[in-house]
């Protein structure tokens, strides 16, 4: 046996003492004679009589508890009605502290939100559009200034060119 297992024994072991205990003390109304609760010897004239008693005994406990509901305030049966009433009306006093220190979002700011969310998905096409619009002229520029790029490239090349040229005409 572990050592955990030892432990948990020894706590079983104390509730139900401790059950037992609670039990004998509440059957005596809080007189505890130990010493008649560990002598428990039954004759023969005896044991009939320890029945009636036990059953009357379990009687007066279910009267006992029976009692003990009907004497409960009925206001008690409302204590969390009134706690929420409270709790309420707290939460209401404070709403506007308690959302700017917890950074809690409000049904204004969801609608808020909502809104921009469907402008924005509404919005999708359109900017897909000017995009693509704006990609197509691009290239168009792009391909324009190539051309031009070229040109300049071709004109300079010549230029180098005829510069050869004169220059060996100039040395003969």
Known sequence: MDIIELIAVIILVAAIV?????????????????????????KKDNVSSLVDEEIQEKKSM????K????DIDKSYANTTDAFSKRL???????SEELIENWSLVTT???????????????????????????????DSKIEDLDKRLKAL???????EDAKEVVEEVAEE
């Open 18 to 42: 401790f059950l037992v205990y609670y039990y004998i003390q509440t059957a005596n109304d809080g007189n505890i004679n130990i010493k008649e609760v560990l002598k428990f010897s039954p």
């Open 62 to 65: 279910g009267d006992k508890i």
């Open 67 to 70: 009692y003990t509901f009907k």
């Open 88 to 94: 309420d009306s707290f939460l209401d006093e404070r």
């Open 108 to 138: 204004e700011d969801l609608s808020t939100l909502e809104e921009r969310c469907t402008a924005a998905c509404d919005s999708i096409d359109s900017l897909e559009k000017r995009f693509s619009e704006f990609t197509n002229a691009t």
């Open 153 to 159: 490239e071709e004109a300079e090349k010549e230029l």
